[in-house]
């Protein structure tokens, strides 16, 4: 089991910022690709961001790209997302997930363990 666990969701108008973090308790990322994603009501949930740990390679969707970042900090164990020039499209529910084989996957069913999830809501 890789218990996540998120937080720093909240409310934000167009245009602000916010960070995501994402943390494990008492274990390492090292050897997994941890990955953002996100559910607005109604939809399926769908890739944001994602890191393969081991060699800090990121990759984004295509919706995110030059406004989202993905990053690490291998002391805490933690993963963040920092999102800038926010969008009312944003709005949703973001999770945390991790996988164990490594690889670069996109798809939800890909990852084996997930967090509880964390909203945000940006206001036009």
């Known amino acids: 089991q890789v218990p996540l666990v998120e937080s720093g969701g909240g409310l934000v108008q167009a245009g602000g910022s916010l960070r995501l973090s994402c943390a494990a308790s008492?274990?390492?990322?090292?050897?997994?690709?941890m990955a953002w994603f996100r559910q607005a009501p109604g939809k399926e949930r769908d890739f944001v961001a994602g890191m393969r740990w081991s060699t800090g390679y990121t990759y984004y969707a295509d919706s995110v790209k030059g406004r989202f970042t993905i990053s690490g900090e291998n002391s805490k164990n933690t993963v963040f997302l920092q999102m800038n020039s926010l969008k009312p499209e944003d709005t949703a529910v973001y999770y945390c997930?991790?996988?164990?084989?490594?690889?670069?996957?996109?798809?939800?069913?890909?990852?084996?363990?997930w967090g509880q999830g964390t909203q945000v809501t940006v206001s036009s």
């Open positions: 997930a991790a996988d164990g084989s490594g690889w670069s996957h996109r798809i939800p069913s890909e990852y084996d363990y």
């Open positions: 008492g274990r390492t990322f090292s050897g997994y690709t």
